[in-house]
Structure formats: C-alpha cells, structure tokens
C-alpha cells in the first residue's frame, strides 16, 4: 500500500469564450487543487477552487458562456512531504459535445443616486443618549459620509455606519432616518424611518 498527496500547489486552467452582442471574447479560470490524499490512481476524486474574473457585459443582450481546454498542474507529495515531481495534463474540448456552461442576460441599469441606507437599528442606550447603526451599498462614486436626522433635523455628517445621539428626554418618542451623501454632494433618499424611545433611568 502507498500513499500520496496532492498539495496546494496544484493548480488547474479552464479557458472558455464568451459570446453576445457586442462580439466574442475570451476568458480563463484559475484553480487551486484541495490538498487531497490518495491511496490508488484509479476513482479518486480531485477537487478544486477558483472563478472566472470579473466580466463587464455593457452591451444589453443574451451571453451565452462556453467551456474550452482545461490544463492540469499537479505536483503530488510522498506521505513524508518529499515531493515525486510535476505531472502535468490537458483535456481538449470535443467540438462534437455541449460546450455551453450558462447564459446570462444584460440589461442598462441607471442610477442617479446613492442606494439609500437600511436595517436602521438600536445598538445601546442610556437615559439620555441612543447609538445607532445601520448598513449601506457602495456605488459609482466613493462615500463621503451619512446625514442622520433626528425628528425631521438634521444633526450632522458621520463618516461611520454608526452614531451617538446625546441630549435625549426619557420617555419620549422619536424617529430617527439616514441619508447616504457622496464625495459629489449626491444624496441618497432617506432610509426607512427608526421610531425609538429612551428609557427612563
């Protein structure tokens, strides 16, 4: 009985082509080989990671995503970690099979502002005093800050997803909403509004 392993080192290759509307264009996924044991050559199972870079479809249209030659870099250890050498392999497309991975759909999309904050949340309190917290969406341009405005006031610009709000009266209600603002002065609508209550001493 042997046994032996293939490392993090193996990588493996996909090429693939893209084509749509505006032409045909080519692309290669890159993988990392899982650390895999092996005890014979025959039925084992090799599994790996990785994804396609990033694809910029401007054109409105159908994409239809096909699967070219996939290349094999493994470099197998002993179980002692002394390693055996480099195998490398490749496995031709056979134009005579579906190449078709998937299709995906592009369509324009226009946004004219920021998107608005969410998920306006309590994150502590004292008798006079609440933090806030909420989540936001990154866009076009880089995020200058959050307006949050208390009772319809607006009471400054926080460059955190967060805030502390003093000067509050116990048991009294108030509504709290967020406004995302951009380096280009361009503001979001306001998120949805946070209706609170501080609790008395």
Same mark, same amino acid.
């Given at each position: 009985?042997?046994?032996?392993?293939?490392?993090?080192?193996?990588?493996?290759?996909?090429?693939?082509?893209?084509? +749509?509307?505006?032409?045909?264009?080519?692309?290669?996924?890159?993988?990392?080989?899982?650390?895999?044991?092996? *005890?014979?050559?025959?039925?084992?199972?090799?599994?790996?990671?990785?994804?396609?870079?990033?694809?910029?479809?401007?054109?409105?249209?159908?994409?239809?995503?096909?699967?070219?030659?996939?290349?094999?870099?493994?470099?197998?250890?002993?179980?002692?970690?002394?390693?055996?050498?480099?195998?490398?392999?490749?496995?031709?497309?056979?134009?005579?099979?579906?190449?078709?991975?998937?299709?995906?759909?592009?369509?324009?999309?226009?946004?004219?502002?920021?998107?608005?904050?969410?998920?306006?949340?309590?994150?502590?309190?004292?008798?006079?005093?609440?933090?806030?917290?909420?989540?936001?969406?990154?866009?076009?341009?880089?995020?200058? +800050?959050?307006?949050?405005?208390?009772?319809?006031?607006?009471?400054?610009?926080?460059?955190?997803?967060?805030?502390?709000?003093?000067?509050?009266?116990?048991?009294?209600?108030?509504?709290?909403?967020?406004? *995302?603002?951009?380096?280009?002065?361009?503001?979001? *609508?306001?998120?949805?509004?946070?209706?609170?209550?501080?609790?008395?001493?």
């Amino acid at each position: 009985m042997w046994t032996w392993t293939c490392d993090a080192d193996s990588t493996a290759t996909l090429d693939a082509h893209i084509t +749509g509307p505006d032409g045909t264009r080519t692309t290669q996924a890159s993988f990392t080989v899982a650390p895999t044991w092996l *005890t014979s050559t025959q039925g084992t199972a090799v599994r790996a990671a990785g994804s396609f870079p990033v694809q910029f479809l401007t054109t409105q249209g159908y994409y239809d995503l096909h699967v070219d030659d996939l290349a094999l870099t493994l470099r197998p250890e002993r179980a002692d970690g002394t390693p055996i050498g480099t195998v490398t392999a490749s496995c031709s497309h056979d134009p005579a099979q579906n190449d078709l991975l998937g299709t995906v759909w592009s369509q324009p999309a226009v946004f004219e502002r920021p998107p608005r904050p969410s998920e306006v949340r309590m994150v502590s309190t004292t008798p006079t005093s609440v933090t806030l917290a909420w989540e936001a969406s990154s866009w076009w341009n880089p995020t200058l +800050g959050y307006e949050v405005y208390l009772d319809g006031g607006n009471t400054g610009l926080v460059t955190e997803k967060q805030v502390t709000l003093t000067g509050l009266t116990p048991d009294r209600q108030h509504r709290v909403k967020v406004v *995302t603002r951009d380096v280009q002065g361009i503001r979001s *609508t306001m998120s949805q509004g946070l209706i609170f209550t501080i609790p008395p001493a």
